[in-house]
């Protein structure tokens, strides 16, 4: 390296240390940086529930302005997550729930509560998705026709074209989108692979990545798997300059005891897995996939499952058992001291 070289590198070393306070994947200090800090609740309603004592959704406080909401396991077996953003100018809630989630009620108090607190009358809504399957759609058409003043609701339909328009994301799936809440900037990143028109959210002010349902505590339901692969690398080659605080996925089906997960269909889940992943699990699903030379497979990682999905990778006896698990977990949803 000549002088110069060696010169303009070191300059270069120092101009990322000193704008590196927001958008660097290190901070100089563990003193948290200027990163929004927020909690995680010790345990979910699913682990203990009693479906005569749950609601139908888990409101938690992130913090004052992110809000992360669980549908009861008591509605669906699926039990999703939704997100719930507040910026100064809009709020954004990616997701609408699964089969018999009824969000409005909950969205309605959650939101009202936030101006209440905030001395506001109103805020507008924009509804997006993760990605467009049934259980993260649901409650669409509840949403759109909620018909709220305080809360009028622009609504971002679940596939790629809508997508791409909203976010001004001009090529699909190597640009990334934005959209700006007030004070407030999230990146959307599309990851096709899961499904058509998944998408992973950045929140630049919390530094959490919402990675929908291509990294969770859970299996990874995979459908195109050169996609999901691409789509991986891209979320490393995202966030290898940001802070990552938190990757959140939109479920938990794995328990905390390494390799095992629930059985698929599980309402009632004690001793569930944490929700929230880090970029470390982000590489180690990359190793996981590179690892199968392009040859889709199942595997068990301490923490998730890959899972190809479709009728080639079905095993026998899967329907009937999720069926005969289904059956047994409603026979005991009032009571869970029963045998
Ligand atoms: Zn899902």
Not at 169 to 186: C, E, F
Not at 291 to 317: C, E, I, N
């Amino acid at each position: 390296m000549s002088k110069v070289s060696v010169l303009s590198a070191s300059m270069a070393a120092v101009l990322c240390l000193s704008s590196c306070a927001v958008m660097c994947a290190q901070l100089p200090e563990p003193n948290g940086g200027t990163i929004e800090r927020g909690t995680l609740p010790a345990r979910w309603y699913s682990e203990d529930a009693k479906c005569m004592e749950i609601p139908e959704w888990q409101v938690h406080e992130y913090n004052p302005n992110f809000f992360i909401l669980r549908q009861s396991p008591c509605t669906d077996f699926e039990k999703p997550f939704v997100f719930l953003f507040f910026g100064k100018d809009k709020a954004l809630l990616a997701d609408t729930g699964s089969r018999n989630g009824n969000i409005v009620p909950a969205i309605q108090l959650t939101v009202k509560n936030w101006l209440k607190r905030n001395g506001r009358a109103s805020i507008p809504l924009i509804v997006v998705h993760t990605h467009e399957h049934e259980d993260h759609t649901w409650g669409d058409k509840a949403l759109q026709a909620m018909n709220d003043p305080a809360i009028p609701v622009t609504f971002v339909p679940a596939e790629v074209e809508a997508t791409k328009k909203f976010y001004g994301i001009q090529t699909w799936p190597t640009d990334i989108g934005h959209v700006d809440l007030g004070g407030r900037i999230i990146d959307v990143i599309p990851i096709p692979g899961h499904s058509a028109a998944s998408v992973a959210f950045y929140d630049r002010n919390t530094a959490v990545l919402l990675s929908s349902d291509s990294l969770y505590p859970g299996r990874l339901y995979v459908q195109d798997f050169a996609a999901f692969q691409a789509s991986t690398e891209r979320l490393i080659e995202f966030t290898k300059d940001k802070p990552v605080a938190n990757i959140l996925g939109n479920h938990i089906e794995e328990t905390n005891t390494p390799y095992l997960d629930y059985p698929v269909g599980t309402m009632y889940q004690p001793n569930e897995h944490e929700l929230a992943l880090t970029r470390g699990t982000l590489l180690e699903l990359e190793a996981a996939l590179v690892s199968m030379h392009g040859v889709p497979q199942r595997l068990a990682l301490r923490d998730f499952t890959v899972w190809p999905s479709g009728p080639k990778f079905a095993r026998p006896g899967d329907r009937e058992r999720f069926q005969q698990h289904v059956q047994e977990e409603k026979a005991h949803m009032w009571d869970h001291s029963a045998p």
